[in-house]
């Protein structure tokens, strides 16, 4: 444990502490190489048969307004490994209420919560916005007093970010690569990939073009055109890589964006602009025009069934870990023709999983750095406690 | 903590031990004390960092027969703050059931269970009569072997009685006014409120009147003609004023009763008689009339459209204090003419929130007595134990 | 406790580690009466006061295919008991995933998982059998590194087996006897009952007759023509009979299975072949098929609704004790005519809801023993840890 606790002493977290996790374009290279210490920190402690239990009791609340196995479980996780009990809230999947009403659910679901976590990424400016709002409402309640504690968020998954997925699926690259400065001079291959589905959120690309950009990868973004990703995303991707020495470009072929890749994540997602449109329509309540709009996505996707990850694209690679954030479209699988080749997929299976196992660390990680004041000696104490996690 | 405890050992708690918490009129006034003591020491605990847990494990159960947010996290974090897990029971919102099927389900669910909440309001003369046959049955499962603890009963809103709300109300005021004493010879106005839906609950008035009159407070009781509480309710109301020396009134001028009011509670519910047909046509399984009874109901609604918070009401009182159990009908906020005018709630959402944030230690310090064969006791051992809730 | 620990310790329970508990004859008999044994201390443990979590933190699973109060709150209460937090999985009554879908839940589900309980009793021919894919799975990611720990699987119903309920009824009898020996030469009579209601599960005859059979009971099993249980289990039945000394016959006279019984377990259920055809059905997705099947089963019933357990039939056999996994359907109570008469019934609540009882420590004995490696030492380390469940 001392190894992950004095690396994490020569990291600036202070500004860690009593607050939420966003975006990770608004956290320092410190705090997300704080949250990847301290993720290993829990994975270890768990490893050796050690609690890691930081918390006697104390509720974490999870909001989503989605379903969501994967997510749930992986949230659930992460707090039952710090000691809280989750309370689930389900709003449905109406619009996001405003106002008021966020303001009074805040603080009413908030009495003994140390942690929320929103999952949000139906409405284009929507989902993001309204963590916002919930975490200026916990902020408030905990000055006036109604609150005893300010309940950290952690976005798990939002319509501009999706960063306990981003940043699980770096710990994973970091981990098979033995350190975070490996990553520098990687190329990572961003791709849309088609799905007989439609609507899937943007928040995966995006969040990926905006973290790996920040340690010095390659990221290349590739779709057809049409597809785009929001155009300030990019504008981040691309400040990301010219601080961190590496580099963000764009193509229209899934091949060339393959070729030479370390890293391929072939993955589907809707137009950022038809996301737009469609949040505008729900707004309206135009059940038509939603019902016009997926007719014509569905028509514009099966215009790009060749986009999927197959051998012989996967042989253009430099022999390319396969990344995705699960559940996969696997072609005479899970559909007919989807996102990837059953044979590709079937061989990275057991990465692909170990990939998901880093989400509840992560997320535990980004929890713990918010409620421990002293995050190193709350390692190290955890570790001296020496408790066991099952009775011997 | 110790004046917590010596205050609590200077009441008479004895018969709280293993009993369960149904109507406030049940109680003694130092049972009511009682409770609110032990809910200012646990929220003490807690801002002193200090848990409060006095379970290792066991359950609490939410058997609720309606949606409730509020409720539902409010009965979550008291469970949490002692140590139970919540499991909930959801049977939908159909008629209640009887004999056999509560007596086998109170069993079934109690194995592991240290409380039980239980919300049932829909019905006149059902919800408080299920919870005594849930008690009961409970009671008999202890005594034959099946269950090794008798379960703790909570109501948590009946057709009668909203005891977890009338005393965290009581809370609020209590702790704004720096002590019980405090409330004798003030003026509380609980009064019908417009609001454009239909079918609230009666037991948040009820128990108002009849808690308040415990007090010594002058409580006013105000509503549209054909708005009744229940009879018997007003019949506590006035022997709990005339032996506290407070007073019980009524009026169906809403300005009247906000005179000289320290305290206001205007809210909507739904006349007693209504409730009683309503009831009687669930029963009978008569659709048509359950609408037809809704379309009669919101039209006489309508017609107390002006029975609005608003602030030339406000003005009458002695600068009174807003009370709501939330969530409110606000005026150009939630509805577009409700119980309350913006500007009243605006002015008051600190208040409200506070007023809230009672209710889970009031529903805890219920649990706590029920469990505690010597709560002062059981104070002092919390604080000398000094476990801090968060690891440091 | 030490009795318990020592009695343990003369059984062969090495096999239990780390193993899960699908179907009871797949287990030895040492490894049977060590689930008693520990079922048993549990109990002993919770009636002294004692704490008998073994764990700090973690996760029991519950996926239930099928609504269930009953189910689920055994298990929630078995990981209570042992200090787990129960996260629920709702798949909803589709038909059962298959390959890519399983492996992968199992996986994203686990990442905490001490124990995940399956009831998946719907389908003749899937329910075990996926949950040996889960098993698998679980085992698989656990070597590869994704689990930090193998989840014990506990089957909690399927189409083969009831093994957690006709554990507890064996666990009933046991304790009214006064030890398992005693169980030799009793006769139990597993009768079909008549129920207006079409298509429970096959698991509890089968369970009860494989479970029984092991301990030189008389075990015989009474049905109408054409509701045969599945064959491969009454060939269980026959061959434990064998070896235990006991006996396995059939009749097709409810009367003449209650003859000089010492035990009978009058329950409906549906025919084998019945099931077997519907599940091809459903498969099938032919809901005409499945309509014109139940109308046929619920014809068929409706020429039995003389097999009901009565006062009568009672009367013939050794002053029996009335067995049942609840809810019955009991005749003039719960429907018109069914399982049982109410009086029967009513005479036999307090041993039906003892019976019920067992299950959550019939559970929690499982888990126990594939968590500990030293079954007996974790016992005597309970006991002189000697945390109290209660701060007192």
Redesign the interface.
Known sequence: MEKYASRLEALDTSNCFNNDFLLTWEKTDDELKAVFEVADAL?AL??SGL?????????GISLFRDNS??T???F??AC??L?L???D?DEGKSQVAH???V???A???S??A?AIGIRDDMFIGKGNAYMREVAEAASV?FL?????QRPTLVNLQCDLDHPTQAMADASHMITELGGIENLKGKKIAMTWAYSPSYGKPLSVPQGVCALMTRFGMDVVLAHPDGYEIMPEIEDIAKANAEKSGGSFSKTSSMKEAFEGADYVYPKSWAPFKAMEKRSKLYEDGDSDGIKALEKELLAQNSQHSDWECDSSLMAVTKNAMYLHC??AD?SG??CERGEVAADV?GKS??SL??Q??FK?YVIAAMIFLA????PAG?LR??SARG??????
């Open positions: 994975r768990r490893q609690s890691a239990r930081i918390f006697d009791s104390g509720l196995t994967r749930r479980f992986s659930a996780s039952n490994l000691g009990s989750v309370q809230l106002g008021e009403t303001r009074e659910t603080n009413m679901i009495f003994m140390e309640g006036d007093g109604t609150l005893e699960l559940p696997i699988v899970s997929f299976r057991t999983y170990k998901a196992s509840p409620k421990a004041k002293d709350a104490l955890l408790r066991r996690r099952i009775l011997d």
